[in-house]
């Protein structure tokens, strides 16, 4: 982070997290929420700490990665089952359709007071599984990758199609969004015949993108010379 800071987020059940004066949220009800915090270089003081999640009592919000901008803005992922999750205004997804939850992507203000931007992350006719991994370019785009069973995940024209994709089954994409979190820039699912799961994912100096997961599909798509191109289920 800025100057050396340590930027932090996870999930706690815990009413009593320290939270700092001006945080974004500092009550928490119960069940599970997400939490963001910055620690000073040495870690020995906070210098802000913020819940993120659902105000309902039974909500479960669990984040999985962040990222830092370039001003110190905080961008974090993951998964949610709170329709009250809160989203801004003009974001690319203010609707909660998820059957069972909906994946997240929030960008919290450099000093954590405010939400820049926040939306979920999914389509409408399926149960989705999260927002895994996330990571912001030079130019300030968000590059992000999950989990998803909806058949009508947004796919961009002109993506990358493999050749075997089942839509009853859990399909990875990896997708990036403009820095106002409200434009998709292009988006792909990609997977075999059974389910894939992603873990993280990084960037390439020319803007590329390495995810890694794991995936049960015996047709996974590979490329010709690869370390492994097949797979073998005992």
């Not at 706690?12 to 069940?31: C, K, L, M, Y």
């Not at 909906?102 to 203000?109: E, H, Q, Y």
């Not at 968000?142 to 989990?147: E, K």
């Not at 993280?200 to 049960?216: A, K």
Request: proline residues 5%.
């Amino acid at each position: 982070g800025p100057d050396g800071r340590i930027t932090v987020a996870g999930r706690t059940d815990a009413r009593n997290f320290p939270t700092t004066d001006g945080s974004f949220q500092r009550e928490h009800q119960a069940g599970m929420i997400g939490f963001v915090l910055r620690l000073t270089a040495l870690g020995e003081q906070l210098v802000w700490s913020t819940y993120l999640g659902t105000p309902q009592p039974i909500g479960y919000t669990e984040i999985r990665d962040l990222a830092v901008t370039k001003n110190g803005a905080t961008i974090v992922c993951g998964h949610t089952n709170g329709a009250e999750f809160p989203v801004t205004e003009g974001a690319l997804k203010t609707d909660f359709d998820g059957k069972g939850g909906m994946g997240f992507l929030t960008k919290l203000d450099p000093q954590a007071n405010s939400l820049d931007w926040s939306t979920f992350i999914g389509g409408n006719e399926g149960v989705e599984l999260g927002v895994d991994g996330c990571a912001t370019s030079e130019q300030d785009s968000i590059t992000i990758s999950g989990i998803t069973g909806s058949s009508d995940f947004p796919v961009t024209d002109g993506a990358w199609v493999p050749p075997i994709v089942d839509t009853e089954r859990s399909q990875a994409y990896a997708l990036r969004l403009n820095s106002g979190g409200n434009q998709i820039l292009w988006s792909c699912v990609f997977g075999g015949t059974s389910d894939e799961f992603t873990a993280r994912l990084d960037l390439m100096p020319d803007g590329g993108v390495l995810i890694g997961g794991d995936t049960y599909s015996h047709d996974f798509p590979t490329t010709l010379g690869a370390f492994q191109e097949t797979i073998e289920f005992i």
